[in-house]
């Protein structure tokens, strides 16, 4: 026990303490009292064991415990204690968490999150970075039930095999969908999309069969998908099935590039401005659909012009009518079919017309023209050509001319007057001289009879050419089958000088 301290005053038995006495001893204490509680306490100098009750602390040194050791340096020894059993929990390579984790706030994890068992938590997951479901062996599992969450875990897709996952985005920015990996059926390593919507990748691309996207160009937004052989994407609705494929070797008969179409029975079309611009068909092809003039190209005629004004068709008919055919509109009628050529038509082959050929412009044919059908009945027209009874006809109105526009020549045929009429104008002539020796001309030239050797036997009048050459060469000239051919009407000029000659002739007999 620690030395008590003398009195103040100190009183002995038997006296007698005065008034003034007491009071200074009282003074004295209170002053004492009073430095105490102003002044500082040294720890050191208490009483083990002792016990106090401050109303406020106030320490320039350590306060040590029992055992030596501050009530610092034990509080940094409780807080590495819990820190050591927080990263024993949550931030140790290889350690498990046994028990329930309970996580009011956000959970962020900014490594790999594995997950090796079920998942099980009481409100929405958000994915809000790309996210790997594995397994030990680092290959999508199949959760057994096929589940997905969206608020209670479910179902999906029962007696699938893969693995499902199903995500609802926050707004309608992502809407939701779901995709499961199929691991049967010869399908391994298959993605499939399920759902109304697929959500979209904002601010990316995306690559598939690569591992970087092919920008070369550098769009905004680029789908990437490749592969060393063959690569598809399919759209399908119920039974319509159809793709866009590229493929190094060909497929489906076309050669190896880009292919565009349908695989089920269903028509090709293509929109332009919101409206039907071209339909493709197995058989043909609609074009301009929503124009005031559509136009089909058909491997055989199907007749879509007959009933539809508007319509015209191209057609290689090798079915019916075995030919190329251009079957125009009836926008000028409402009934008549119309084909027009502008500007110049060239026909490099034979030229056949079945039906009537109507031509505001000029036409030019390199090979002749043929008329292979006979008429059942004359077409009765001014200036028209047609074949009839196996024979040909000329229709005119009065008269036909054949001119030759070069020289200003023509010949007239006067049909309405049953003659023919021949150039003799003086101005087309020049070195004119009369004609000599004519009955001695005449004399030479013989008359014959004969009948034709592919004739009908009708016996006809007229010369010989052969012999009228040796007299008169200038009336014979060669045709080009290489037959032999003569001016008769060259014959008259001569015929009226000898007649001329004759009457004089009889004439000067007369007179004498």
């Known amino acids: 026990m620690a030395d008590r301290p003398e009195p103040y005053i100190k009183k002995q038995p038997g006296d007698i303490m005065l008034a003034a006495d007491w009071n200074e001893a009282q003074v004295l204490a209170r002053a004492d009292i009073e430095t105490v509680r102003t002044q500082a306490i040294n720890g050191a100098r208490l009483e083990p064991g002792s016990s106090a009750r401050l109303a406020e602390l106030a320490l320039s040194g350590d306060l040590k415990f029992s055992n030596g050791k501050s009530l610092l340096q034990s509080l940094d020894a409780l807080t590495a204690s819990i820190k050591t ?288 059908n006979n008429l059942g009945a004359h077409i009765q027209r001014d200036g028209v050509l047609y074949r009839y009874g196996g024979q040909a006809y000329i229709g005119v109105d009065d008269h036909l001319f054949v001119y030759d526009w070069g020289r200003n020549k023509s010949i007239h045929l006067d049909v309405m007057n049953s003659k023919i009429n021949y150039n003799s104008d003086l101005r087309l002539k020049e070195d004119v001289a009369p004609l000599s020796s004519v009955l001695d001309t005449v004399r030479q030239l013989r008359g014959v009879s004969y009948r034709w050797k592919d004739g009908d036997g009708e016996r006809q009048l007229g010369f010989i050419a052969q012999e009228v050459e040796a007299v008169l060469p200038e009336l014979v000239s060669e045709g080009p089958n290489g037959m032999k051919q003569m001016s008769y009407t060259s014959l008259i000029p001569l015929l009226l000088e000898a007649v001329k000659a004759q009457q004089a002739q009889i004439d000067e007999l007369k007179a004498r």
């Open 85 to 372: 059993a927080s990263d024993a929990k949550f931030d140790r390579s290889g350690g498990t968490l046994e028990g329930g984790l309970v996580v009011k706030g956000e959970l962020s994890v900014t490594g790999l999150a594995k997950l090796g068992g079920g998942a099980q938590v009481s409100g929405p997951i958000k994915l809000r970075t790309l996210t790997t479901i594995e397994e030990g062996d680092g290959k999508w599992s199949n959760f057994g039930s096929n589940a997905y969450y969206d608020g209670t875990w479910r179902r999906v897709d029962n007696g699938r095999a893969g693995v499902n996952l199903h995500m609802q985005g926050e707004n309608a920015e992502g809407q939701e969908f779901r995709f499961y990996r199929i691991e049967a059926n010869g399908q391994a390593g298959n993605i499939a999309v399920l759902g109304s919507t697929l959500s979209y990748l904002r601010d990316s691309h995306l690559a598939i069969g690569s591992t970087s996207v092919e920008n070369a160009e550098s769009w905004t937004r680029v789908l990437d998908v490749f592969s060393n052989s063959s690569t598809k994407l399919s759209v399908r609705a119920n039974t319509v099935d159809s793709r866009v494929m590229a493929h190094v070797s060909g497929i489906y008969g076309a050669p190896a590039g880009m292919v565009v179409g349908t695989r089920s029975a269903h028509p090709l079309s293509f929109i332009n401005e919101g409206k039907l611009n071209t339909t493709l068909q197995t058989t043909y092809i609609d074009m301009l659909c929503s124009a005031s003039g559509p136009l089909r190209i058909s491997s055989n005629w199907t007749g879509k012009p007959d009933n539809n004004r508007a319509w015209a068709e191209i057609s290689n008919d090798t079915s019916s009518h075995k030919t190329l055919m251009i079957i125009g509109n009836k926008a000028n009628d409402g009934s008549t079919r119309r084909v027009s050529v502008w500007d110049r038509l060239e026909v490099n082959g034979s030229f056949h017309v079945n039906g009537n050929a109507t031509m505001s412009g000029q036409l030019e044919v390199n090979n002749g023209v043929v008329f292979e």
